[in-house]
């Protein structure tokens, strides 16, 4: 019932940013408060007894339920950045986009052995970018790493979800 709230409020965009992709635009999730309420409120029963400490939300889309989880699960919020946005020193990742190379960035005093992460982003296509992100924190030592997303593509011979170990625990709100 929820998940057909959320789909119903999701705006799909044709063609956007480039000719053949059905942009998935989770903007008209994040102005509805009951589509708000209800995505916090299925993220908070998965993760309230997980331990997180810290939740990593992947730039831009990524932070605004990232942080809004943070304050429930009174966890830290750390911001993955594309390269140059972040003031301090960084640990990189560099990765393989369709076209040519892209890198994602975290600061360097972000994130420590004794923490549990999750990490959260808009949406799992490929996986590109999360696998970048999740190798990133990797880099940290943390003592487990959690990923989720807001929706799952799975059509289109989509598995996003085979770029990652099977024993990675990756959570979904919606799958379409
Ligand atoms: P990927 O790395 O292929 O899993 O792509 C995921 C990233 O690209 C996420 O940050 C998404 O915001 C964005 N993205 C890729 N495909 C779409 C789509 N069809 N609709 C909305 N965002 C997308």
Redesign the pocket.
């Known amino acids: 019932m929820n998940n057909e709230i959320l789909i119903k409020n999701l705006r799909n965009v044709p063609d956007f940013p480039i000719p053949g992709?059905?942009?998935?635009d989770v903007t008209t999730l994040f102005k509805n408060p009951v589509c708000m309420q209800i995505m916090l409120d299925e993220l908070y029963e998965l993760y309230k007894d997980k331990g997180i400490t810290k939740i990593v939300g992947?730039e831009s889309?990524g932070f605004v339920l990232g942080a809004a989880l943070a304050v429930r699960l009174n966890a830290g919020f750390i911001m993955c950045r594309k390269p140059g946005k972040l003031p301090a020193e960084t640990i990189k990742q560099s990765y393989m986009k369709e076209y040519g190379k892209d890198t994602l960035e975290i600061h360097k005093d972000a994130i420590n052995e004794n923490d549990v992460v999750l990490i959260h982003?808009?949406?799992?296509?490929?996986?590109?970018?999360?696998k970048a992100a999740y190798d990133l924190v990797q880099k940290f030592h943390p003592q487990k790493t959690y990923i989720n997303f807001i929706i799952e593509?799975t059509g289109e011979g989509l598995s996003?979800r085979t770029a990652f170990d099977q024993n990675t625990e990756i959570t979904t709100l919606i799958r379409i």
């Open positions: 992709i059905q942009f998935k992947i889309r982003d808009d949406l799992l296509a490929t996986g590109g970018s999360m593509l996003g």
